[in-house]
Structures are given as structure tokens and as C-alpha cells.
């Protein structure tokens, strides 16, 4: 299922990302597609809130990974650094995206071959000043309620 909408502000895409947050159970994988500064780490930090984290979000361009503990732990990955898939395995980022938290992976494109299939690919891409098109696609169907539930309660 694939559905776009259309977040006009910050506060739009903090938004989706706390619904998201809500709508996440364990295993839970989604990764965040779009260029600098489209928001990927905005969403994230309202997935975080949705999640019930209350602990800040920022990028962790130099770690890969922020691990933030909560009722269910976020995996906050930022891959932009990455070399290459193998690299991923190595640092041992499917152990975390196989296990019972929620990992969310800015960059996704250099571990594209081994990041799960079973995912929400979420593709922000700039509108007009302070716009976002923001596109979900579950690739397994149970992100599909979570996509019309944000689909039906947004601007599109
Ligand atoms: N509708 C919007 N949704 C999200 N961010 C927006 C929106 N309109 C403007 N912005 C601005 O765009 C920037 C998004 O920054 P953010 O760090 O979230 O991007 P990013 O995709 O994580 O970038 P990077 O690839 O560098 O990690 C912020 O400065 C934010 O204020
Ligand atoms: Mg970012």
C-alpha cells in the first residue's frame, strides 16, 4: 500500500512521526528516504515522542546508531557515513533491526541489500517553502493500517 501526504510545516511532520511512534510494535522497521534536510530526522524525533521517549532527538551522523531506551527501545540509524552493506553486518546493525525494538534508518540506501524487506519505506521530498511530500509504502502488510490511518486523519 502506498499513500501520499502533504505535511506543511514542521509541526505536520512531527505529526505523522508521532503517529508512526504510535502505531510501532516490536520488529518494527522504517526507513527514511529523501535528501539532506528533507526531515527524516524531524519524523524521527516525532516517532521517538510517539513511542512515549522522552529523551531528545538528535543525528547521530558520527555514531550510526543512537540506541534510546523507552517502553520499547529505538534504534535511531543515520547511515550517511556508511561505507558499504558490509559494513552494517560488521558493526552489527541486524542484530538490531532482527530483534524486538524499533529501528528507524536515515540513509537506508547504503545497506539497502541487507536492511529488512518486511518494512514502511517513507520518502520525503521538498514542495513549496515549509512543504513536505511525505510518501509511506509498507512493503508487508502489517504497515497497511498504519499508512490509511495516517492517509484518512492527514492533508492530501
Ligand atoms: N514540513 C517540514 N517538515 C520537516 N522539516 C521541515 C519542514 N519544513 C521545513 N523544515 C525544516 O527542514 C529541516 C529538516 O531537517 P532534518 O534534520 O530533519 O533533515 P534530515 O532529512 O534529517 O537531514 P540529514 O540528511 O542532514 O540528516 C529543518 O531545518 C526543518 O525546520
Ligand atoms: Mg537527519
Do not use: C
Not at 54 to 79: A, E, K, N
Amino acid at each position: 500500500m502506498k499513500r501520499s501526504v502533504l505535511s506543511r510545516s514542521v509541526a505536520d511532520t512531527l505529526w505523522i512521526g508521532q503517529k508512526l511512534g504510535e502505531g510501532t510494535f516490536p520488529g518494527a522497521v522504517l526507513a527514511l528516504w529523501g535528501g539532506l534536510g528533507a526531515g527524516k530526522t524531524a519524523l524521527t524525533r516525532g516517532i521517538a515522542q510517539g513511542m512515549g521517549i522522552m529523551l531528545p532527538v538528535s543525528s547521530p551522523t558520527f555514531t550510526l546508531v543512537h540506541q534510546m531506551p523507552g517502553p520499547r527501545i529505538l534504534y535511531h540509524m543515520d547511515l550517511y557515513r556508511l561505507q558499504d552493506a558490509e559494513e552494517a553486518l560488521m558493526a552489527g546493525l541486524a542484530e538490531m533491526w532482527d530483534g524486538d525494538g524499533v529501528t528507524v534508518i536515515e540513509w537506508p540506501a547504503r545497506a539497502q541489500e541487507v536492511i529488512p524487506d518486511a518494512r514502511l519505506d517513507i520518502t520525503l521530498e521538498f514542495g513549496a517553502e515549509g512543504e513536505r511530500l511525505v510518501t509511506l509504502e509498507s512493503r508487508s502488510s502489517e504497515y497497511d493500517r498504519l499508512v490509511e490511518d495516517i492517509y484518512e486523519n492527514s492533508s492530501h
